[in-house]
């Protein structure tokens, strides 16, 4: 199969239009199951996880369906117009100089917030009042009143992560991490959500939010930052699982 190496610069739409050329060619034909995740990383040369993001994107377009448990399969485009994926708001775009507009890929994001946030968590630590620190405990109650009602609790989530930046009292770094969540409404990071995010995972994520807010309110920046780090490593770990572990399986 004529795949290239690819070098690793926007991965997962790299991957993405190689499969895509190569379904426009008919090398997969309508209903043939493209290779494995595990043997397409390997003939690119790249992580399972960048080649499940560019999957997930062609699903989005519309080329391929993934069923989870037996594989994914080229659909038949002879009547659709789907067009590419395309950012949801301005926040969501990768833009830069050379003119490119792909949404940012999911775990890249996580990468980037692991970076950001891991120090707003540190600064929280040693700046933080303790309105701040009220507001994170204000959201984690939230979180577990909605977990405890079985519902996704995004906005408890959402107003611990804004909070955690807030003590930082930086305007740049608040409407950065306000980025970061406004990507999370792309189509393919939405996606992501539907395939791996589960009730088990949330209980899990909301242990993680206290282990951080433990370190802030202890005033201790290298254990916030640490919490935080673990949190994201976490995150992305829950993104790269086995797709038999998804609750679409």
């Avoid at 409404?185 to 995010?197: K, L, N, S, T, V």
């Avoid at 939010?209 to 433990?214: F, G, N, S, T």
Wanted: charged share 25%.
């Amino acid at each position: 199969m004529p795949i290239q190496t690819l070098e690793p610069q926007r991965l997962y739409r790299q991957i993405a239009e190689q499969l895509r050329v190569l379904i426009g060619k008919g090398e997969f034909a309508v209903g043939a199951r493209i290779p494995a995740e595990r043997d397409l990383a390997k003939q690119l040369g790249v992580s399972r996880p960048s080649v499940r993001e560019a999957l997930i994107a062609l699903e989005v377009e519309g080329w391929v369906e993934i069923r989870t448990g037996s594989g994914v399969y080229v659909l038949d485009r002879s009547h659709r117009t789907a067009p590419p994926v395309t950012p949801a708001t301005s926040a969501t775009s990768a833009t830069s100089a050379n003119g490119a507009g792909a949404e940012w890929g999911p775990l890249e994001i996580i990468r980037a917030r692991r970076l950001v946030e891991g120090e707003t968590a540190a600064t929280a630590a040693q700046h933080g009042k303790r309105k701040d620190v009220d507001a994170m405990r204000r959201a984690i109650r939230m979180m577990r009143e909605h977990a405890a009602r079985n519902e996704v609790p995004h906005e408890g989530d959402r107003a611990f992560h804004l909070a955690v930046v807030n003590a930082c009292d930086n305007v740049v770094l608040t409407e950065t991490v306000q980025g970061f969540w406004e990507s999370r409404q792309g189509p393919i990071f939405a996606r992501m959500i539907d395939y791996f995010e589960t009730m088990d995972s949330w209980q899990a994520a909301i242990g993680e939010h206290e282990a951080i807010l433990d370190a802030i309110a202890a005033r201790d920046p290298a254990a916030a930052r640490d919490a935080m780090h673990q949190h994201m490593d976490k995150f992305h770990q829950r993104f790269s699982a086995s797709w038999r572990r998804t609750k679409a399986a």
